[in-house]
Antibody, heavy 116, light 109 residues
Framework: QVLLQQWGAGLLKPSETLSLTCAVY????????WSWIRQPPGKGLEWIGE???????NYNPTLKSRLTMSVDTSKNQFSLMLSSVTAADTAVYFC??????????WGQGTLVTVSS | QSALTQPASVSGSPGQSITISCTGT?????????VSWYQHHPGKAPQLIIY???HRPSGVSNRFSGSKSDNTASLTISGLQAEDEADYYC?????????FGTGTKVTVL
């Protein structure tokens, strides 16, 4: 059974960089797309971007200029960095594995709050 | 890419059946023969409960069923139980589109 465990700073000030990491346990790391999805308070799910085993990325155009994703295949981990955060970036951030065109499983979520 | 439209909330009594709609356009739901549904209990990880319009992953209750007609997909929960109280999101399973529905809060009365 594949398990995704994520972590990262939960409180940021405006203009700082959000950094999250997701570790994959119990399954293959190659052959899948690894995704980040977020949910702002009281709102729905928003796709952030994805990365594959070799480091090829696909980003949400609205976030692309501030976004960097990376993989560490030696640790079966992938990471998200979002620069110059504002209050609008406050959300629960999820990592997820893309199987075919579906997301399963998901990480437990990390609440990131941007506040001065 | 715009979010797909779902009713904000749907409610039902235990044992009843409810249906959640997911309305898109010919460029998303209508253009793909594959729709997924996710169940999300706040504070927990979302879970895939329907893929390819009507298929259930292993371990998902057969009380969940899905269908699609033209630009609208639907999720039906039969025999509603207290544990079904959660948020539900649709998504067209696509190698190109990365969008979700607006989400539906299911309340068990």
């Amino acid at each position: 059974q594949v398990l995704l465990q994520q972590w990262g700073a939960g409180l940021l000030k405006p203009s700082e960089t959000l950094s999250l990491t997701c570790a994959v346990y119990g399954g293959s790391f190659s052959g899948y797309l690894w995704s980040w999805i977020r949910q702002p308070p009281g709102k729905g799910l928003e796709w952030i971007g994805e990365i594959n085993y070799s480091g090829s990325t696909n980003y949400n155009p609205t976030l692309k200029s501030r976004l960097t994703m990376s993989v560490d295949t030696s640790k079966n981990q992938f990471s998200l960095m979002l620069s110059s955060v504002t209050a609008a970036d406050t959300a629960v951030y999820f990592c997820a594995r893309m199987v075919g065109n579906d997301y399963s499983p998901w990480g437990q979520g990390t609440l990131v709050t941007v506040s001065s | 890419q715009s979010a797909l439209t779902q009713p904000a909330s749907v409610s039902g009594s235990p044992g009843q059946s409810i249906t959640i709609s997911c309305t898109g356009t010919s460029r998303d739901i209508g253009d793909y023969n594959s729709v997924s549904w996710y169940q999300h209990h706040p504070g927990k990880a979302p879970q895939l409960i329907i893929y390819d319009v009507s298929h259930r992953p292993s371990g998902v209750s057969n009380r969940f069923s899905g269908s699609k007609s033209d630009n609208t997909a639907s999720l039906t929960i039969s025999g509603l139980q207290a544990e079904d109280e959660a948020d539900y999101y649709c998504s067209p399973s696509s190698s190109i589109l990365r969008i979700f529905g607006t989400g539906t809060k299911v309340t068990v009365l």
